[in-house]
T-cell receptor, first 112, second 114 residues
């Protein structure tokens, strides 16, 4: 069965520090992978997506993610975090059927 | 501007009442989705529709109903059979159904049962 695991429920980083949010997936075929961000009380916004090709993908707001098939991972990174990056981050797998499978999310706090 | 609108933003319901959440999109997308979000549980799929006049149950369809009479509209009814309806509800759409199609999300409706 398809599933997505985000091991970190909550992460706190200092403004200007680097960030890595972890995502592991379980899926039998080549997955379609997504990272979304959600501000409090709002909908989700797509940060980036991976379908095939270069395993390092660039997204909006300075985020990037790396697909590692051997580790079944798709971790999100940012070299220098801004206070406005504080939000909830969701990793998702798009299956060959019609469903997306979302992780439980990682809440990011940025301290000055 | 193209996008997805959900109304109302906040909704209060008494126990035993049905309530309908609105979702409209002007992106000309074929597929639409309803998710429920609870703290610490991520997003769970309630229903989805690949095309007008067609919809399928998701993982947690019990106590919910939908219709898709128009391409741009996908309303969700939370019935009195839903035992714990207090949650944040998100509507999404994609150009086509399928896991390779990015989903675009509305701003959500927070439903509280009093």
């Amino acid at each position: 069965a398809q599933s997505v695991t985000q091991p970190d429920i909550h992460i706190t980083v200092s403004e200007g520090a680097s960030l890595e949010l972890r995502c592991n997936y379980s899926y039998g075929a080549t997955p379609y992978l997504f990272w979304y961000v959600q501000s409090p009380g709002q909908g989700l916004q797509l940060l980036l997506k991976y379908f095939s090709g270069d395993t390092l993908v660039q997204g909006i707001k300075g985020f990037e993610a790396e697909f590692k098939r051997s580790q079944s991972s798709f971790n999100l990174r940012k070299p220098s975090v801004h206070w406005s990056d504080a939000a909830e981050y969701f990793c998702a797998v798009g299956a060959t059927g019609n469903q997306f499978y979302f992780g439980t999310g990682t809440s990011l706090t940025v301290i000055p | 501007d193209g996008g997805i609108t959900q109304s109302p933003k906040y909704l209060f319901r008494k126990e035993g009442q049905n309530v309908t959440l609105s979702c409209e999109q002007n992106l000309n997308h074929d597929a639409m989705y309803w998710y429920r979000q609870d703290p610490g549980q991520g997003l769970r799929l309630i229903y989805y529709s690949q095309i007008v006049n067609d919809f399928q149950k998701g993982d947690i369809a019990e106590g919910y109903s939908v219709s898709r009479e128009k391409k741009e509209s996908f309303p969700l009814t939370v019935t009195s059979a839903q035992k714990n309806p207090t949650a944040f509800y998100l509507c999404a759409s994609s150009i086509l159904a399928g896991g390779n199609n990015e989903q675009f999300f509305g701003p959500g409706t927070r439903l509280t049962v009093l």
